[in-house]
């Protein structure tokens, strides 16, 4: 049967499925690639090869990855796309039709392939002693060639990584190039079981821990200081009645609290101390300190579910309000016996769920966030743009978390970005100097562009778009890679 979206609410407009791999060789630029940038943009999202088996699949989440890469060199681009060679990906090919079921709900696919894995690897990317890897929390990480971005398998550092699963978002230290990571759910599917892991620059790993989190639930970030890991919970959960329903994995449960466990660096897993908080979901970490006996956190977060494609565990409504995300700083303090912690919003005003910082800052004292937000006062074409005034994401903000300040970059009346990325100048370049990239949906010319904007200077645009010849695979993430960290490529 011919394969049709006509069902899939979700795959509309620049959200729809692409279905294809591209190379296009030196592509087209509007004003001047810096020549002092140097190296290559990945970026993964969704692009269902096939359509969800059950209408309330969370297709999000749920199709095929695809990585994208913006080769840079000498002021020139190539771009090219592939799909991650899953399992699933392979059985879905092979049959020309949907095989697997609801997300992270094995039983709910075919027979057939109960035995295979069914992630999807579409999250995010990281690269570690030259292994460039598609992450996906439900699964090892999948390692793509970093030039020809062809599927090498999934890698479990050489046999020493036993979690079945990896973080979307480990951390590297700065100071030492480690790579922090963990995995939850890491003995198999509703275990509260989460490994941590300090994997060297060399690829090897360093040490593990082993814990258990108070509850199981979507562990999707974590945070690192010099002193402490940051481990958080939120209100996604799920248990085998919920499975055997034949839901997708996560329900989101507003009476759960927010557990937030902090590990000290080095320390065993009994050192482990977690505080319990109201209903919030903060999905994104953005960075973290020590100061003394405190523990500062800053992450967006929303006062209760954010994805409305993940049900009330209830039944109840999605509640749009409370899913509104902005950037809170939590204070834990570890000479206090209360199990509580202090909460204050930060720019009230700039909704985002996908903020960076420049991550030569991880663990360490920083000044600057970086976030794609909407903002509804920009002008905005409604002829071309439809009903999505006020939803797109038009803006980048810098936000100054010490003194306060708000810069932005606006990409036109008829762009919404994907989420920034920061590449710094030069690798000895001070805090928050050098460029912001991220990819824009051109609802003018159904296409793409890659947008580079200074981040010193974004309120005077940008200073070169890259133009794709045509609309690109939606993305979750992006990663950058230096120049210096990668092979040579030969784009033909
Ligand atoms: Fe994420």
């Not at 439900?138 to 990584?161: C, E, H, I, M, R």
Request: aromatic share 12%; hydrophobic share 35%; glycine share 8%.
């Amino acid at each position: 049967m011919a394969v049709s979206f006509k069902s899939d609410p979700t795959a509309r407009g620049f959200f729809a499925p692409t279905r294809f791999e591209a190379d296009v060789f030196d592509c087209e630029v509007e004003g001047k690639i810096p020549a002092d940038l140097n190296g290559a943009f990945y970026r993964i999202g969704p692009d269902p090869l096939y359509p969800p088996k059950f209408k309330d699949d969370a297709s999000l989440f749920h199709g095929d990855g695809q990585v994208g890469m913006f080769r840079i060199a000498n002021g020139n681009c190539d771009y090219r796309s592939r799909y991650v060679r899953t399992p699933r990906y392979i059985a879905d090919r092979k049959a020309r039709k949907q095989r697997f079921g609801n997300y992270r709900n094995d039983a709910t696919g075919d027979p057939g392939v109960r035995g295979l894995h069914s992630t999807v690897a579409n999250t995010a990317l990281v690269h570690n002693a030259g292994r460039l890897f598609a992450l996906k929390e439900d699964s090892l990480p999948w390692q793509v060639d970093p030039n020809t971005l062809a599927t090498l398998g999934t890698w479990d550092f050489n046999g020493k990584y036993a979690s079945k699963t990896f973080s979307a978002h480990p951390k590297i230290d700065p100071l030492t190039g480690d790579l922090l990571t963990f995995g939850y759910e890491a003995t198999g599917l509703l275990s509260n079981d989460v490994f941590f892991y300090v994997i060297g620059k060399d690829g090897h790993v360093k040490s593990e821990v082993r814990f258990k989190a108070p509850i199981l639930s979507m562990m999707h970030d974590m945070a690192i200081t010099r002193e402490h890991i940051i481990f958080n919970t939120c209100g996604f959960t799920s248990n085998k009645a919920w499975l055997d329903a034949g839901k997708v994995h996560w329900g989101w449960d507003s009476t759960i609290p927010t557990y937030v466990g902090i590990l000290p660096r080095d320390g065993p897993a009994r050192d482990i101390r977690w505080f319990k908080g109201p209903e919030r979901a903060a999905i994104h970490l953005l960075n973290a300190e020590t100061r003394g006996n405190k523990v500062i956190v800053e992450t967006p977060a929303s006062d209760a579910n954010p994805f409305p494609f993940f049900p009330q565990m209830d039944g109840s409504a999605w509640n749009p309000a409370k899913a509104r995300t902005v950037l809170r700083r939590w204070t834990f303090d570890l000479a206090s016996k209360k199990d509580s912690w202090e909460e204050e919003i930060l720019f009230p005003d700039i909704a985002g769920a996908l903020p960076r910082i420049d991550e030569r800052f991880w663990s360490l004292p920083y000044r600057y966030g970086f976030v794609g937000y909407s903002d509804a006062s920009r002008p905005f074409d409604e002829k071309r743009g439809g009903n999505l005034k006020g939803r797109v994401t038009n803006c980048y903000a810098r936000l100054d978390l010490k003194g306060g300040q708000v810069a932005s970059y606006f990409a036109g009346d008829t762009h919404s970005l994907s989420e920034v990325q920061f590449v710094p100048r030069h690798r000895g370049a001070a805090e928050g100097d050098g460029y912001l990239l991220g990819v824009a949906a051109n609802y003018a010319e159904t296409c793409s562009e890659l947008i580079i904007a200074d981040a010193t200077r974004l309120a005077d645009g940008d200073v070169a778009r890259v133009k794709l010849p045509f609309r690109a695979h939606t993305q979750v993430h992006g990663w950058w890679v230096d120049a210096a960290d990668l092979p040579l490529c030969d784009p033909d």
